[in-house]
């Protein structure tokens, strides 16, 4: 099935200037060749997820000093910049815990954070099973098209309300030209299935391991710190968004086109 997304997203400018003011006193460093004749991809790849493992075991408020701003980006260029200079873009559940576990008027993180994140979501429309193949259509702040196509692994097709995930740099992004991109998946033992992923958007409770909502709607009146507010489109591929313009850090959007955000990296 085929979708064409455009989602406008109107972003004030001092959102923007206070989340890249942030994070100036971090050094920013200039694109450079680092990898040597001696290592290869796969030792890289392991490198960047031993570092993401570490994030995970330490408090938010330390992950904070080591995140480095590298500009306003869409997800084509984050993972090229990711690639060339070997680091990590920071996942979903990195985020999810630096923007409801620290308070922002002592951690210095602004309300408004808007962010593309390192993890990458899958889904088909509701109450449609995967098939063989998955292509969705997206359109960047200048109505320029894109193509991203994903085969889906045999073991996940015929599955009906979930999505798949995965986290850079278990996956690529390969350019087929034209604007045409396949979403490839190093090794299909990095790619996780979460059920019970939400047919609508609201308010839900959410998986521990990625802080995706799943599960059945909340009412208003359930709404705490454990609950997530999704936005999704009908079917999708690419980053979790992180979004807070509209006066929540627990918006997460599944459903973001080519425009660029903000990106925060760790080498």
């Keep these: 099935m ?33 990898r040597s004749a001696d290592v290869t991809d796969q030792s890289l790849a392991e490198r960047i997820q031993r570092t993401r493992e570490m994030l995970r075991g330490m408090k938010p408020e330390a992950v ?67 098939g063989k193949r998955i292509k969705y259509r997206l359109l960047d702040e200048e109505d320029v098209e894109y193509c991203i196509k994903f085969h889906v692994p045999k073991q996940f097709q015929s599955k009906i309300n979930c999505a798949l995930v995965v986290e850079y740099p278990n996956f690529e992004l390969v350019a087929l030209g034209g604007n045409n991109y396949e979403l490839r998946v ?46 999704r489109v009908n079917l999708y591929i690419g980053p979790l968004v992180r979004d807070y313009l509209g006066g929540t850090r627990q918006k997460i959007f599944a459903d973001w086109n080519a425009s660029p955000l903000d990106v925060f990296m760790i080498g």
Aim: proline share 5%.
């Design 2 to 34: 085929i979708t064409t997304t455009k989602i406008e997203r109107v972003r004030s400018v001092s959102a923007v200037t206070r989340a890249s003011d942030l994070f100036r006193r971090y050094k920013k460093e200039k694109p450079q060749a680092v």
């Design 64 to 130: 904070i000093a080591l995140l480095e701003y590298c500009g306003s980006l869409n997800f084509f260029k984050a993972i090229a910049l990711a690639q060339r200079e070997n680091k990590l873009i920071v996942p979903n559940d990195i985020h999810d815990r630096i923007l409801t576990e620290t308070n922002y008027g002592e951690s210095g993180i602004p309300p408004d954070y808007p962010v593309i994140t390192g993890t990458f979501i899958i889904y088909e429309a509701p109450d449609k099973k995967f």
């Design 186 to 231: 190093t090794n299909e033992s990095n790619l996780s299935l979460v059920e019970n992923f939400p047919r609508e958007a609201g308010w839900y409770k959410y998986d521990e391991r990625f802080r995706i909502p799943i599960g059945d709607k909340m009412e208003d009146q359930q709404v705490d710190n454990t609950t997530r507010n999704l936005k």
